[in-house]
Structure formats: structure tokens, C-alpha cells
């Protein structure tokens, strides 16, 4: 290719603090990921033969508080790749989140520079949702095609915020999230061409914006760095963290099970921990080498990091794993490649249990390595093992097949073999910045030829984050009550997602309801209540909320309730597995218990205010006072603003009631139990289906003509 017929790129990354050489990364919020990204991006793309010329556009700050270099204009990367600065409102540096305002400068500022070239760029790519809203206010108006890559979304940050307990208000006043979600909706219907990192990105990220469009969306895994991930180079036993792991293993020679995540209860440690201390052969055949962050105190850490943290150590203890599993306090960020490579040459295997995993950067970064590979079936890790063929998915909650395919690569050298080697190879092929350059080019370069600026779709838009009305309900005796009506139900919901938010609220724990909905093939829903109301989740990937957690301890006192509880007769502690931080889970024999009103009149002359719930005729359960289905419930329509009349509540049995009553829509589905529910025949708003299971719901569904109302909401 000549170069008259070489490209022009113009890529556009507003905030952060951006230069060629030692980036500043995690100076602050914005100075992270994305800036080493792009600019890694540009170099790469520099050095396409099919490229002539990259710029990389971002703000000029001059600001006495930081580097003089980010005033400059004019940065040069290589020979034909350089940073462009240009001014973006007021000089001084300041957060993303109060940009906005310099953005329409920002963007007129773009436009004159790019008149003053001799040629105007070929495409243009913005990164994140200000980018994206000055490339739309300017790219069609130059007839140039816009790629588009999110790297974060503001409605998924959006229920992480709100999940984290900060109210509508407030999170409107600190991040401007309304305007963010706003230029993301008009990006993806003005772009040409939005570049994500998995197809899950896509599926359970994109796919909540009205505006997503499949036919635009291409995936194009993120590059790794192959000069600090690398095979083994033969010293990597003299380093500091190897002398670490030492003081933990007796017998450090075994192969090494590696897991290395952040400790999250999404990360599912535990299960890892628990399908190694159950299996005899997997512990006498191999060590387990956790490491999960950086701790000097657990007691000093975040409630959710403790928790994490002290699961692990009390699982270690309890299969009394000392000696052949190590979880070192500390690394350093040079330390994982060796870990890697140390587990290479013990003939070991990296594991990513996590119940869910949008990417697995960690995956790529050990294959590169030459490491097999043990990961969860669940997103990114499903893309990374087809393309690498150097690993095994797992179903997470399965703890029985994880160790058994965990020893089966273990015990088969021929095996272990090929998967070193196939990371090895496929690693550079796919997931190398050559590789991804390779196929950025082979996904833009149709929109170049004869490019004509196509019309956005007229696409109906939520002028608010949140769906116009929900739908919940419980799992157990209600929506799988009948199997061969579930696929009706799943379509229903499907077919009508961009205005309705689907909840589950169950007793189930997390793990258990999880492994109920891909049993039953349901999809993920927006919302999973858990434990009887006492656990919220959000999609996509489950984020816990635990604004809820601390909402729900006040006057929790569980130590006293087991011990007034302890000599009732016919009450029995069911197995510990059943029982949760907020919940005293007991089996009951109705014949021999006091009553429910007894028992809770016990309680309440003790002073211990709680909620009972008598499920089944045999499931006695006591959470906090402030923790219920029915609660958790109207806790999520609050924080997400839908009208309780616009909620279609479906239960089954006595620990739904609080949902039902009140001004929500509800269902009682035919069932054996539905008798716990008879208090409610009077209410208006409470319809008792003929039909159980599913297909009861689907029967209320049509009797409220709840899907014929179903629309987008006016602000």
C-alpha cells in the first residue's frame, strides 16, 4: 500500500492525564487503565504498514500542580504517531465528571484543527462517553466514520452507585451520570462501528442502552504486554515471592493450583478452597496458592473484604489445609508473572473460579506464561479458551468437577503439555496489541470504502435509567413448579426487557439460586434477591448492595436469638451451609412447635426484634426486622424510582406475603402451599392463578394486561 492510499486515524481520549512515557497510572480516578490503553493503542496502530498516521487527541491542562509536559500541544510517540492537546474549557485540571461543560468548546476546537490539516482524518475513534459526545457533535458533519469503544458505561456504574448506598440525587450531583448515559445512548446510534472486549460486554452491559444495535457491535479482545508476560526463563525460583510461598508449603516441589484475584465474594475463592480440602487425591497431589490482594489487617479492611478474607482462612482451617495451601500477605506487581511462571514449572494450573467474569485479564497474562488454564464457563473466559484451546470451563458452583477437572489435567502430562503450548502460541495470535491491531484494521477498513454517513435508527429512548415497571418472583413451588412452562415465561421476559427489569427473590443463597436459573436455562435477572431478602444483587455482575447490608443490622442480635431458641422443641438448626450472616434458618415440626405468633412473641418479650417467616409447612426462618423479600423488594423500587403499582409481584407460599400486600400488582400461584396465602383473597390486588408454576404468572400477566402497559416512561 502507498502511502497516498495509507490511513489517517484521529483517536479521541478526553480526561486523565495522558503522555508518552511514564504514565501516571492511578494517580487519581481518571489516570488509570484507559490512558495506558490508548496510548498503547496508538503506538500499535503507528506501526500498521496499511497506517500513515495516528493522532491521539486529548485536553491540554495548564495547571502548576501538574507536569508542564500535559500544556504541551504536540507530543511525539514515533515517526508518524503523536499526541494532539487541545483546550477543553477552563485550563486547570479537573475530574471527568466536570468536563462536560468544556465539551462543545472541546469539540469546535477539534473541528478547526482538523481543517488545518492537508488532509482530514480517515475515521475517527472515541474512547468513553465524553469522547463519544464530542465525536458525535462533530464526525457527521465531516462525513468521517466513528468508531466507538465505552470501556466503562454510566448505567452500569449507575447500580453500582446505588448499590453502594449513595441515593438518585446525589449521584446525579457528583457524576453527571444522566448526561453520561445520555451521550452514551447517542453514540451507539450515531456510531458506525462500538469495538467491546467480550461478547458478554455486549450481551449484559450494551445490551441495557436502548440504542445498542447488534449489527454495530464487534468484539476485539484488549492486548496483553508479551515482554512482561513471557515462558519461563529459569531464575525465577532465586525471586522474593517464591522464598514467601516457601514459609506456607512442605512440599513446594507439587504442581501448583494459582488462583490470584481480587478478594470479592464474586471471585468465589471459597469453592476453590472447598473442592481442594474435599478431594484427598487433589490435596496429595498438588498445592494451593491463593492470593487475594494485599491485607496488613483484616480487621481494618472494607466489611465485604473481611468477610472474604476471613471465609478463606477459617476454610484453610477447617479442612486444615496447613502446609499445602499458601496465602501470602503481600505481593508486588512484578510478582505475578513469576507466579505465573512458577507455577509452570511445577506442571500446575492457573484456576478463575469466579461466579461471574466480564474479561479474565489474569487468563491471558498466565497463558501467556505457558499456564493451563481452569476457568469459569460464565463470559470473557468462555472467548478466551475457544480462542487458546489451553484450558477447561467449569461450572463455579460445581465443586466436584472443578477438582476432577482440575486432577485430570494434572495427572495427564501430555495434556498439560498441550495446553502450555497452545497458550503459548494462540496468545500471541490473538491477544498480543499485533493481533488486535490486526483485526481493529480488518473491522474498519469496510467503512472506508465509499463511505456514505448513514442515518441513525429512530430508535424509541428511556429518557431514565429505569424500566418502566417489574416483575418478581420466587423460585421454589412458583416459577419452577412446572418445567415445561418455564420456556414461555423466559420469552416473555426476554421479548419485553427494554421496558421491564425481572427480579427473582428467593430463600436460596446466592450460589444455590444461581445454580437453579442456568439449570432451568433463566436468564440473569436485573435484580436477585437472596437469603429470604437479606442479599441484594444487580446485573450484570452481581454486585452486591450492600448499603442493604448495613441497612438491615440494626438491632440484629443473632447469637441471642439461637440461644432462646435452642431448647424450643420441635425446632431443629438446619445445616450450617443454610445458614448466612443475617439468616437462623430452621427445620420445624409443626406438630411439636409452638406457633409462628408464639414464637415470635418470645422473641419480641426478649427484646429481640426480628422478622419470622414460616415457609412450606417445615422451613422456620428469623432474619432482621428490617430484612424481608418485601422489603428488599421496595428497597430496589425505591432506589431504581418504579411505582409499586408498577410492580407484579408472584409468590407461592407465607415468606411472600409482605411482597403481595400493599400497592403492588401480585399473583398467588396454584400450588399445595398457596393456602399460607389465604389472608389475602380480599385484596384487589392480589390474583389467585388457576395455573401454577410459570404459567400461573403468564396468567396474571395477561389477567393485569401488565405487558400491554409496559412502556417507556415520561420524565
Known amino acids: 500500500m502507498d502511502d497516498e492510499k495509507k490511513l489517517y486515524l484521529l483517536l479521541i481520549s478526553v480526561h486523565g492525564l495522558i503522555r508518552g512515557e511514564n504514565l501516571e497510572l492511578g494517580r487519581d480516578s481518571d489516570t488509570g487503565g484507559q490512558t495506558k490503553y490508548v496510548v498503547e493503542l496508538a503506538r500499535a496502530l503507528g506501526q500498521h504498514p496499511s497506517i500513515a498516521r495516528v493522532d491521539l487527541v486529548t485536553q491540554r491542562v495548564e495547571d502548576p500542580a501538574i507536569d508542564p509536559i500535559y500544556s504541551q500541544s504536540l507530543e511525539k510517540l514515533s515517526d508518524n504517531v503523536q499526541i494532539v492537546r487541545i483546550d477543553c474549557g477552563e485550563p486547570e485540571y479537573v475530574p471527568k465528571e466536570q468536563l462536560w461543560e468544556g465539551l462543545d468548546s472541546f469539540s469546535d476546537n477539534i473541528i478547526d484543527y482538523i481543517n488545518k490539516q492537508q488532509q482530514k482524518p480517515d475515521l475517527i475513534h472515541s474512547h468513553y462517553a465524553d469522547a463519544g459526545y464530542v465525536a458525535t457533535r462533530f464526525s457527521h458533519v465531516l462525513n468521517i466514520p466513528l468508531v466507538h469503544t465505552g470501556h466503562s458505561l454510566g448505567r452500569v456504574k449507575r447500580r453500582r452507585l446505588l448499590a453502594s448506598g449513595l441515593k438518585k440525587d446525589d449521584i446525579e450531583q457528583r457524576f453527571n451520570i444522566s448526561r453520561r448515559i445520555d451521550a452514551e445512548e447517542d453514540v451507539l446510534a450515531l456510531a458506525d462501528r462500538i469495538i467491546a472486549s467480550t461478547h458478554q460486554e455486549i450481551d449484559e452491559q450494551y445490551g441495557m442502552y436502548d440504542c445498542c444495535q447488534s449489527q454495530k457491535m464487534c468484539v476485539i479482545p484488549p492486548g496483553t504486554d508479551l515482554e ?27 504442581p501448583m493450583i494459582l488462583a490470584l484475584s481480587r478478594p470479592d465474594q464474586r471471585k468465589n475463592i471459597g469453592t476453590l478452597i472447598e473442592a481442594y480440602g474435599e478431594s484427598e487425591a487433589l490435596r496429595s497431589r498438588a498445592n494451593l496458592v491463593v492470593v487475594a490482594g494485599n491485607r496488613d489487617d483484616i480487621h481494618e479492611m472494607e466489611d465485604s473484604v473481611q468477610q472474604v ?85 467449569i461450572d463455579p458452583l460445581d465443586k466436584q468437577a472443578m477438582a476432577d477437572v482440575i486432577l485430570g489435567i494434572l495427572d495427564d502430562p501430555q495434556r498439560w503439555q498441550n495446553y502450555s503450548d497452545n497458550g503459548l502460541v494462540n496468545v500471541e495470535k490473538y491477544y498480543s496489541w499485533q493481533a488486535h491491531v490486526d483485526q481493529y484494521i480488518q473491522q474498519v477498513t469496510p467503512l472506508f470504502e465509499g463511505y456514505q454517513k448513514q442515518q441513525p435508527v429512530d430508535l424509541m429512548r428511556r429518557p431514565m435509567l429505569f424500566h418502566d415497571r417489574a416483575l418478581f418472583t420466587d423460585l421454589d413451588q412458583n416459577l419452577l413448579a412446572v418445567p415445561n412452562a418455564i420456556s414461555g415465561f423466559v420469552d416473555t421476559v426476554r421479548r419485553n426487557r427494554t421496558c421491564l427489569s425481572f427480579g427473582i427473590a428467593t430463600g436460596r443463597r446466592l450460589d444455590s439460586a444461581l445454580k437453579e436459573l442456568r439449570k432451568y436455562g433463566i436468564p440473569q435477572p436485573d435484580v436477585l434477591i437472596t437469603s429470604l431478602g437479606t442479599e441484594i444483587y444487580y446485573a450484570p455482575n452481581l454486585t452486591r448492595d450492600t448499603a442493604w447490608n448495613d441497612h438491615i443490622d440494626h438491632l440484629w442480635k443473632p447469637m441471642a436469638v439461637r440461644k432462646l431458641l435452642e431448647d424450643i422443641p420441635g425446632l431443629k438448626l438446619q445445616p450450617k451451609i443454610e445458614q448466612s450472616r443475617f439468616k437462623i434458618s430452621y427445620y420445624i415440626d409443626p406438630k411439636k412447635a409452638p406457633s409462628l405468633e408464639d414464637i415470635t412473641s ?65 399473583v398467588v400461584v396454584a400450588n399445595r402451599h398457596d393456602e399460607e396465602l389465604t389472608e389475602l383473597t380480599d385484596l384487589d390486588s392480589v390474583y389467585f392463578a388457576r395455573q401454577p408454576g410459570a404459567s400461573g404468572i403468564l396468567e396474571a400477566i395477561k389477567h393485569y394486561g401488565f405487558i400491554e402497559q409496559c412502556k417507556v416512561r415520561k420524565s
Not at 233 to 253: A, K, Y
Not at 605 to 633: C, E, H, T, W
Open 228 to 254: 512482561r508476560f513471557h515462558p519461563v526463563q529459569g531464575n525465577e525460583r532465586e525471586s522474593h515471592i517464591c522464598r514467601v510461598l516457601g514459609r506456607f508449603l512442605q512440599e513446594p516441589e507439587k
Open 309 to 393: 478474607l476471613t471465609d478463606i482462612l477459617l476454610l484453610i482451617d477447617r479442612y486444615d489445609l496447613y502446609g499445602c495451601v499458601a496465602y501470602p500477605k503481600h505481593h508486588e506487581s512484578d510478582d505475578v508473572s513469576i507466579l505465573y511462571r512458577l507455577a509452570v514449572m511445577s506442571k500446575g494450573v492457573f484456576v478463575n473460579p469466579a461466579l461471574t467474569e466480564p474479561f479474565g485479564l489474569t487468563l491471558i497474562e498466565a497463558a501467556a506464561c505457558g499456564l493451563p488454564l481452569v476457568a469459569t464457563e460464565d463470559g470473557g473466559p468462555t472467548d478466551i479458551i475457544q480462542n487458546c484451546k489451553n484450558g477447561e470451563l
Open 602 to 666: 418470645l422473641l419480641h418479650r426478649n427484646d429481640l426484634v426480628v422478622n419470622a417467616f414460616l415457609s412450606f409447612g417445615q422451613y422456620l426462618d428469623i432474619v432482621p426486622i428490617r430484612a424481608s423479600k418485601g422489603f428488599a423488594m421496595r428497597w430496589f423500587a425505591n432506589q431504581w424510582g418504579i411505582d409499586f403499582d408498577h410492580i407484579l409481584v408472584a409468590g407461592g407460599s407465607g415468606a411472600d406475603e409482605d411482597m403481595m400486600r400493599g400497592n403492588t400488582l401480585a
